[in-house]
């Protein structure tokens, strides 16, 4: 009997673990990779990153990039130009962007 309730839990604790492994592959291996690549190569994410590298936001660069739905594209060149020329860690160069 007490056979019969060991194997019952091992293969109820391995399920678990492997519905957890297919979870969090499902989870870090999203498509949106593809998408940042795009941004990335985008006029207002370079835009955003000279700007960054340079510490100067430039709000209405990024209202221009907004009315071609890149906003997000200027905003997030702008935190990784920061970072990439010292300017500090993510909440240092987003603090700049405060207008």
Do not use: W
């Amino acid at each position: 009997m007490q056979t019969k309730a060991y194997v019952i839990a091992i293969v109820l604790l391995s399920t678990i673990a492997a519905s957890l492994s297919v979870g969090n592959s499902m989870v870090y291996s999203s498509s949106d990779d593809d998408d940042n690549d795009d941004d990335e190569n985008h006029p207002c994410y370079q835009a955003g990153f000279e700007a960054g590298r340079s510490g100067s936001f430039n709000q209405t660069q990024q209202n221009d990039c907004g009315n071609t739905g890149y906003s997000h594209a200027y905003y997030e060149g702008f935190i990784s130009g920061c970072i990439s020329s010292g300017g500090g860690d993510y909440f240092a160069c987003d603090s700049k962007t405060d207008g």
